[in-house]
């Protein structure tokens, strides 16, 4: 691990003298595109910070098919693995990489102990627990008042931002389980985004116009 990189992604959220604590007692962790990072049921000893790379935090159904909640960025935690750790049950979400990504894993102890003793790290959890609310809220609402077409427009939006890129290169069965619904589906509205000029398709490839 390097200072740099954790000045750079931290330096505006976290103090210096924290900063330094998370190099010391961190460990590095690299995944690759589809790497399950935590998944559900697992006992959580430590906590992500993600370095670089973007993770999509997923739910599991009776029947075992998953459903996409929200997305992590560099810069963020995910505040669902926050509160298993503070209630030390075990997972309730599944982390993958949505792309090959870098983590400090924080051990549990020292999260807890951050809480209480360093302001900076405080708020920043504080923070990320409204922010991922938010984003929740926002999903309950796609899911109860958005019709699939625009909740499709939606994340293909969302994954140009993801990606800074407005070209996105995905499967449609992936989006397909991302959005817990048919690659069938999927593939037919895609076609009616494309006939209404929003997108344009190409092979595994989709371009937001």
């Known amino acids: 691990m390097t200072s740099t990189q954790l000045q750079e992604k931290f330096s505006n959220i976290l103090d210096n003298e924290l900063i330094n604590?998370?190099?010391?007692?961190?460990?590095?962790?690299?995944?690759?595109?589809?790497?399950?990072?935590?998944?559900?049921?697992?006992?959580?000893?430590?906590?992500?910070?993600?370095?670089n790379g973007n993770i999509k935090i997923l739910r599991e159904d009776a029947d075992g098919n998953d459903l996409l909640i929200y997305f992590l960025e560099a810069g963020e935690t995910c505040t669902m693995s926050l509160t298993c750790c503070m209630g030390t049950t075990k997972s309730k979400i599944r982390a993958v990489a949505e792309k090959?990504?870098?983590?400090?894993?924080?051990?549990?102890?020292?999260?807890?102990?951050?809480?209480?003793?360093?302001?900076?790290?405080?708020?920043?959890i504080l923070e990320s627990?409204?922010?991922?609310?938010?984003?929740?809220?926002?999903?309950?609402?796609?899911?109860?008042?958005?019709?699939?077409?625009?909740?499709?427009?939606?994340?293909?939006?969302?994954?140009?931002?993801?990606?800074?890129?407005?070209?996105?290169?995905?499967?449609?069965?992936?989006?397909?389980?991302?959005?817990h619904t048919s690659r069938v589906v999927i593939s037919r509205l895609l076609k009616q985004l494309e006939n209404e000029t929003k997108i344009k398709l190409s092979r595994n490839k989709i371009e937001v116009l």
């Not at 190099?23 to 906590?47: M, R, T, Y």
């Not at 019709?147 to 931002?161: A, F, P, V």
Request: aromatic letters at 8%; hydrophobic letters at 40%; a neutral charge.
């Open 21 to 51: 604590e998370i190099e010391s007692v961190g460990k590095i962790a690299s995944f690759k595109k589809n790497d399950i990072i935590i998944d559900i049921n697992q006992p959580l000893k430590h906590i992500p910070l993600l370095l």
């Open 100 to 124: 090959d990504s870098t983590l400090i894993m924080i051990p549990v102890q020292n999260m807890q102990k951050w809480f209480h003793s360093n302001t900076s790290w405080r708020n920043f």
């Open 129 to 179: 627990y409204q922010t991922r609310f938010d984003e929740m809220l926002e999903a309950i609402d796609n899911l109860a008042f958005m019709k699939m077409d625009e909740r499709l427009h939606k994340y293909l939006i969302n994954k140009t931002k993801l990606h800074a890129s407005k070209t996105i290169i995905v499967k449609h069965q992936d989006i397909a389980e991302d959005l």
